[in-house]
Structures are given as structure tokens and as C-alpha cells.
């Protein structure tokens, strides 16, 4: 291949005409027959003070080159996050010699080997060197907790689908630590557990939480299939579960079983680390779900509800991003790139159905739910003026452009809104859906008929935009593909459901239960909808709402507030010199440090505090009451 293109490039120059020759990567493609032999993957995850793992695997081989891969798109990530960088030591011995290794030049992710005559395996270790502080990457090893992702551990052979190359993993703990994971244990020897053969796809798919402080308890006692709720802890104290709120997540798991109709699992396991120490995290598997929350979410269950849908929502992908996906995620081995086309499905309807189904278990309240939809209709109403030149489909690409990074305008710029935005589009077709049919069929009938099929399977079964719109036009006859594209695609903040649903979005100068538990959690003073900025409990400015009145007044993201009004800073002296200029006349005056400069900017801004609200719109039925109800 390469000296076809040096030959190609040759000939062009000769004849006067620029070329350039195309660079590629050398690794196989990949052919769909199963892998001949089982890999061995032995992982010590024991070194908890230099947070190093060591990885022994030993390999299938024959004689000549073979190319060994390093995870790179990670599902749910849908971008190539796998941490390369982390990964170090290689040493590969094959025939009882070392041999050297090469990078491939243009896929850092491959690593090309010579394998002698004679081998028939290449034995392989290196080292992960997780992060030691939050700024190098997640934190995944504490004094008290190990998390376990087999992509960061693994190297796989290239040419090969991932799910027809099967491995045998083990892992080694720390003494006395227990774990969760989806994995069935095959054996175990002092602190060494060995898993049952599984193939590589599902591997990866089955991280694991282990821990000092560790709690297992049923969430499905007379289910019809095991589902645990696998919880580890930086102390003993956050295990203590009142029966209220575990009933709480029994529910969790009846409600989805009424949504869905079927399961696509044989098992399943929630893990959930309550943990200041570890990363957090909320990453969906087909089989589990890799969880965290603060200490307290159990011990003080009424302080926390705020984000305590996360649960619902991962649970949700085991259907919705885990059985079914977009056909273009459904990528063969994990250095194939992904396509994030349907991602306002994927992660928007499960981002619908999170909220919903957290509050028809009782996770939240339907008030708590409803302050919660305000909060994100908000921002579809007001807060996202990047809407001018994005779409929320173009947002999609935002896990590869991006890759969660910190922005500098983030309201303009906008960042993965597929997740709220398709919140807001799942509401609309759910009160569409219920207009078009007198209220007989909604978003439950579609949740139904397109993810609770086959009850029992958990083989990835894709799915393309016509067939979303099919289905919905089965549920209620429709221009669906017109109707959703013109809303992922289109330039307009989607509210309609909340106003078709019987609600009002309205704002005032009170604060919402979720403004003051994000303020509070986050040491921030909110004025997107007023001033248009946020501003840290310190003075420093996070976000600035283009083209708002304080960003054309000349504020922007990075400065520092020193006074407001001639007053030195705090969140209650803004707020209240944003209250006083509604009855008077003159600017609101932030002194500000911009590097080493000071300078006044004036805010002619004088409308008062404005906070997100819903209203009952008692002309019309309240569907979303209906909507938010426990079955």
C-alpha cells in the first residue's frame, strides 16, 4: 500500500500536477470470524498508594506480524477518550524471549509485534498509572475503593470483532475488599478472583466497583431476573440504608419494568460509590451501571435529592443506548470510530425518561420534578443563544469536539445538548403523541413498542432515524420524520410540551428549590436570566449569556468581581444591587480585575432577579401530572 502511493505521488509530480499521498494507519481490517483461543488477563489492582495497576496477558499467536489494540472509543463516552496516555511499561515476551514492539505511526493506539516461528502465544505486561490528581483524569483507586475498567487494562487483538474474541480476566484486590460487577465468578483463590470466560465486547462492558466498605442488597427479590444494588464507601456510616428509601429503589426497578414490558438482561448490577475520593462518575453498561454520589445519600436522604435521578437514567440505557442504539455506535471493536448521529435518542429520551421515571419511583417528588424541567426549559427558552448558529443534532459531535472540556462562552458555544435539549424534544412528541390521540397513547407506548422487545434478550439490536419515526407513526399516524427533524435540526428552543402539557414556564425574583441546591453545591449566584452571568461565591465569573446585558456591557468569563455598587463582593450584594436597579435609573457597577487591570463596567440592566418557574395552566388538562405519575 505505502509504495503504491509513493509510486502515485511520483507519477503526479512527473506529469506537474501536486499531490499528496494519502497517510493510513497499518492495522488489519477487521474480519468476522471468531479470534482462535481464549486471551488471559490477569490484573493487580492492589498497589491502592501509587494507584498502579499491573496487567499480565497472555495471547493466542502464530508465527508473523500481529497487531495488539489499545481501547480508544469508549461506549458512553461516544468519543476516543480510551486514556493512552495512562498506559506504560510494555514489555512483550513470545517463545521465551523478549521481543521489541513498535507503534504504528499514524494510530498511536496500535502496537505492531513480530511473533518468531514456534510461538504460540505473546505473553504481555505493562503498567496503567491511573491519575493522582483530579487535573490528570478521573481518579479510579482511593485508600478505600478500586474501580475496574477493563478498556484501560486490556490490550486486544487488531483484525478481530471484539465480541468474537473471548477472554478469561482476573483480577487481584485488595485484602479484604469486596466487590460488584456484572462479571460471574468463576473462582477464587486468596484475593484473586477469576471470572467465567467472557468475550471482549461484554468485558468491557462489566467494570467493577470494589471496596473496604462494601453493601450488596436486592433490588428484585421475586424479579424475574437478579438485580442488586452493589454500593462501595469511603466509610462504614454511608451504608446504612433506612427501608424507606431502599423500597424507594425497589421501585425504581418495578416502575422501569412497567415502562418497558421486557428486559434485556440476565442479570443486572448497580454500582454505586458514595464517595468524596473517587471520581465521580455516571457511565451506563449493558448490565451494570457505573454510579456516584455524595456520602450522605442515604444517611441524609432528604438533603440529596438533587441529581438522584442519575440511577433511573443509567438503569434506562440498559434499554435505551445499550440493547438498542443508534446503528452507527454499533461499531465492531472499540477502535473503529463512532457515529453520534442519534444521540438526542440515545441520551435525550433517556435524559426524559430519568427525570420521569425518578419521579414516578419516588426518587424525586413530582414537585421536585417539575422544578427540575423548569430549571432545563430555561435554558431552552432563554439560555441557549448558540441555538442562532447550532442545532441540537449538530451537538452530537460535541463528544469529539470537546470531550467535556471547560468553554469559554458554554451557553454560545453550547455542549452536548442533546442530553436537555433532547429532554425538551421527548416532552414535546410525548404531548404530541397525547394530542393526536385524546390522551390514549404517549411517549409510554412508544417506550414500549420500541426498546421492550424480545423480553430476555441482550444481544445489540440497532436502529436509524426511519425507524424511530416508524415506530412513532405506528403509535399515532404522523409526519413524524418532518416533526423531529425539523426540532433536531432547527434553530428554535423546543418548550411546546410543557405549554401542551397544561404548564406555563414563568419567571420571578424566587429562587426554586433547584436554583438554591445548585447555588449552594456548586458556591454560585445564578443571574442567567437576568443580568445574564454566573459568578462564584469568590467573584469569579464562570458564564456569561451572549449577548445578555452584562456580556454587551463588557463582562466575560475569567474576570473577577472585587465590589458591585462600591461594595466589596458577595453573592447577596449583587443579588440585592440587581433587586434595587429595577426602581431606579443607574447601571449596576461591578469593579473588575481582568489580569492585573481593574476597570468599572456599567450593566444597564433594571427587570430584577428572574428564576425559572412552572405555572399550572388550568385551561388545559394537566398531562404532565398524568406524565409524572407512578404506575
Do not use: C
Not at 441520551?347 to 421536585?368: I, K, P, Y
Amino acid at each position: 500500500m505505502k509504495s503504491t502511493l509513493l509510486a502515485s505521488a511520483l507519477l503526479a509530480a512527473l506529469a506537474g500536477v501536486g499531490a499528496t499521498a494519502v497517510r493510513a494507519d497499518d492495522v488489519p481490517p477487521i474480519q468476522d470470524a471468531p479470534f482462535n483461543g481464549t486471551l488471559k488477563l490477569n490484573v493487580d489492582a492492589t498497589d491502592l498508594d501509587r494507584r498502579i495497576i499491573r496487567v499480565k496477558e497472555s495471547i493466542p499467536a502464530q508465527a508473523g506480524p500481529l497487531t495488539l489494540l489499545f481501547p480508544e472509543w469508549i461506549p458512553g463516552h461516544h468519543s476516543p477518550t480510551g486514556p493512552i496516555d495512562q498506559f506504560a511499561g510494555l514489555i512483550v515476551h513470545a517463545g521465551g524471549k523478549r521481543i521489541e514492539w513498535k507503534r504504528d505511526e499514524y494510530n498511536v493506539y496500535a502496537f505492531h509485534i513480530d511473533v518468531p516461528a514456534g510461538a504460540t502465544q505473546v505473553d504481555v505486561e505493562f503498567q496503567t498509572l491511573t491519575p493522582q490528581d483530579p487535573r490528570q483524569g478521573r481518579i479510579v483507586m482511593t485508600n478505600d475503593i478500586v474501580n475496574v475498567q477493563w478498556n484501560q487494562v486490556a490490550l486486544y487483538p487488531a483484525g478481530y470483532r471484539a465480541d468474537k474474541v473471548q477472554v478469561e480476566p482476573s483480577v487481584k484486590l485488595p485484602a479484604g475488599f469486596q466487590f460488584g460487577t456484572a462479571l460471574e465468578q468463576s473462582s477464587k483463590d486468596g484475593d484473586t478472583v477469576t471470572f467465567k470466560a467472557i468475550d471482549f465486547d461484554n468485558l468491557v462492558d462489566s467494570p467493577i466497583f470494589a471496596g473496604r466498605y462494601f453493601k450488596r442488597v436486592d433490588l428484585d427479590p421475586n424479579g424475574r431476573s437478579p438485580v442488586h444494588l452493589n454500593i462501595v464507601a469511603d466509610n462504614a456510616k454511608s451504608l446504612e440504608i433506612k427501608p424507606e428509601a431502599l423500597e424507594i429503589h425497589r421501585k425504581l426497578v418495578q416502575q422501569m419494568d412497567k415502562l418497558y414490558g421486557a428486559r434485556h438482561y440476565n442479570h443486572y448490577d448497580f454500582l454505586l460509590a458514595l464517595t468524596t475520593q473517587l471520581g465521580g462518575i455516571g457511565l451506563e453498561h449493558h448490565r451494570s451501571s457505573e454510579n456516584s454520589a455524595a456520602p450522605g445519600y442515604f444517611t441524609e436522604w432528604d438533603k440529596n435529592w438533587l441529581g438522584r435521578d442519575l440511577l433511573a437514567h443509567e438503569y434506562n440505557h440498559s434499554w435505551d443506548g445499550k440493547y438498542r442504539r443508534g446503528a452507527d455506535l454499533a461499531t465492531p471493536s472499540f477502535n473503529v470510530p463512532m457515529g453520534d448521529s442519534l444521540l438526542w435518542v440515545y441520551e435525550g429520551q433517556t435524559q426524559f425518561w430519568g427525570n420521569v421515571v425518578a419521579a414516578r419511583a419516588g426518587l424525586v417528588s413530582q414537585d421536585q420534578a417539575r422544578e427540575l424541567l423548569a430549571f432545563v426549559a430555561a435554558t431552552y427558552d432563554q439560555g441557549r443563544p448558540g441555538l442562532s448558529w447550532r442545532t441540537i443534532g449538530d451537538t452530537t459531535n460535541d463528544p469529539t469536539i470537546a470531550q467535556r472540556r471547560p468553554l469559554s462562552y458554554r451557553n454560545y458555544q453550547m455542549s452536548e445538548d442533546y442530553y436537555s435539549g433532547g429532554q425538551m424534544i421527548w416532552l414535546d412528541v410525548d404531548t404530541k403523541l397525547r394530542e393526536l390521540t385524546k390522551n390514549k397513547r404517549s411517549l409510554d407506548d412508544f417506550a414500549k413498542a420500541f426498546f421492550g422487545m424480545k423480553d430476555g434478550d441482550w444481544k445489540v439490536n440497532p436502529y436509524t432515524f426511519d425507524d424511530v419515526a416508524s415506530t412513532l407513526n405506528g403509535i399515532a399516524p404522523y409526519d413524524w420524520a418532518t416533526y423531529l427533524k425539523d426540532r433536531v435540526y432547527g434553530h428554535k428552543g423546543d418548550i411546546e410540551g410543557i405549554e401542551r402539557g397544561g404548564w406555563k414556564l414563568v419567571y420571578n425574583d424566587k429562587p426554586s428549590d433547584v436554583v438554591k441546591m445548585f447555588e449552594s453545591k456548586r458556591g454560585y449566584t445564578d443571574l442567567t436570566y437576568s443580568a445574564g452571568f454566573a459568578v462564584s461565591a469568590k467573584g469569579d465569573i464562570s458564564d456569561v449569556r451572549w449577548d445578555g446585558p452584562a456580556f454587551n456591557a463588557g463582562l466575560s468569563p475569567g474576570m473577577h468581581i472585587v465590589a458591585v455598587n462600591n461594595k466589596e463582593f458577595s453573592g447577596d450584594v449583587l443579588k440585592d444591587a440587581v433587586t434595587d436597579a429595577k426602581t431606579g435609573k443607574a447601571p449596576i457597577e461591578l469593579l473588575v480585575k481582568n489580569f492585573d487591570q481593574y476597570k468599572t463596567i456599567k450593566v444597564d440592566y433594571h427587570e430584577g432577579l428572574k428564576y425559572p418557574h412552572l405555572e399550572r395552566d388550568k385551561s388545559k388538562p394537566d398531562w404532565l401530572g398524568e406524565l409524572y405519575k407512578t404506575r
